[in-house]
């Protein structure tokens, strides 16, 4: 395959990342670690009342919590030198690499003609014409990629687990998931459908969320098996508008539920929540600081392949993760999508 010879800029994350938001999925809680005595005080007692009650137990969380910051502080070094190594791995499907049309949907093609974006009244009433739903607010789904493309991708991404000895865990959520990022396929195929296709949706149907003004992304694929690693618990995400695309259709079970909008009390939600099936070649685009989960899969294997995309504009203001002003650190790659004051790019491919 062919890389753009991108020269890498200097990218940026909220020091937050390096301590903020920690999962500990055994006992389903996200938590927070500066030192041990901290630590303690705020999750002990949340912790036993999860079932995490002799001391055995703690300190095989305090370990884990450890290791988990102990891995992000070496998340960026890691992610380089894996993505220079990257540059190498020789693809099953190398024409994945860059967007063609003849792996879009031809309903999204359609939906996407110039006359059909001229507002968001427009566009949506494209998007219903052309398989697509409105679940709720800022909930849509639509065809993308057809299958075949998603076939493709699939077994390009099970040989690429299969043949690449060190790769970062997208997240602490899942640990059968792939950057491709990381993998390199994301900085051409991904930009290119980010430019052409998916910006201008945004930029209609995601005013509030910086959506006309995506300066960065982030993208991943995750993998759930019925028995195994059955569903996701719930969340948001860091970045203004997530978007999920199913990539295979062997599963039953496995539905998207979207509730409260962060910083919004669950019991003040009045809506029923939202539940959106997943369906292969099929996307679900929605605001990212809506938390969600997916149901557990009952049967087969689900891989997903989720694209977080970023505005400055907005998250310059404050970082999803911490609730604060980002306090900016830099980084070689793989940043978050902050800048330094405007001019500044938030990432090396937008
Ligand atoms: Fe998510
Ligand atoms: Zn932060």
Not at 59 to 68: F, I, P, Y
Not at 84 to 98: A, G, I, M, S, T
Request: aromatic share 12%; proline share 4%; net charge negative.
């Amino acid at each position: 395959m062919s890389h753009p010879s991108t020269v890498l800029r200097t990218e940026y994350v909220c020091s937050c990342f390096f301590k903020y938001q920690i999962f500990i999925k055994k006992y389903g809680l996200h938590v927070c670690y500066d030192n041990d005595v901290q630590f303690e005080a705020d999750f002990r007692q949340s912790l036993r009342f999860r079932g995490c009650s002799t001391d055995k137990q703690y300190t095989d969380v305090l370990s884990q919590v450890k290791g988990e910051v102990e891995r992000r502080k070496n998340y960026h070094s890691r992610f380089l030198s894996n993505y220079l190594r990257n540059r190498e791995y020789r693809y099953v499907y190398p024409e994945l690499v860059q967007l063609q049309t003849s792996h879009l949907d031809c309903r999204f093609l359609d939906m996407m003609q110039e006359k059909n974006l001229q507002n968001a009244d427009t566009l949506l009433h494209s998007l219903v014409n052309h398989g697509g739903h409105v679940h709720g607010q800022q909930v849509y789904s639509f065809p993308i990629f057809t299958e075949e493309f998603c076939k493709h991708l699939s077994e390009e991404l099970e040989n690429f687990k299969q043949s690449t000895k060190e790769r970062s865990l997208p997240n602490t959520m899942n640990f059968e998931g792939v950057s491709l990022d990381e993998m390199g396929l994301s900085y051409t195929l991904l930009t290119a459908l980010i430019k052409a296709y998916l910006q201008p949706i945004t930029k209609l149907l995601f005013p509030d969320w910086g959506g006309g003004a995506i300066d960065s992304f982030k993208s991943f694929a995750v993998h759930y098996e019925a028995d195994k690693y059955p569903s996701l618990s719930k969340h948001f995400d860091n970045a203004e508008i997530s978007l999920s695309i199913c990539l295979n259709s062997n599963f039953t079970g496995g539905e998207l539920q979207l509730e409260q909008m962060l910083g919004q009390e669950e019991a003040d939600l009045d809506m029923e929540p939202v539940v959106v099936q997943q369906k292969v070649g099929q996307c679900i685009m929605h605001r990212s600081r809506q938390f969600h989960f997916a149901h557990p899969i009952t049967s087969g294997v689900r891989t997903n392949m989720i694209v977080w995309m970023r505005s400055s504009s907005i998250r310059n203001e404050m970082c999803p993760m911490c609730g604060h002003s980002p306090d900016i650190q830099e980084v070689p790659i793989a940043g978050d999508g902050f800048t330094l004051g405007q001019g500044n790019p938030a990432c090396s491919w937008l």
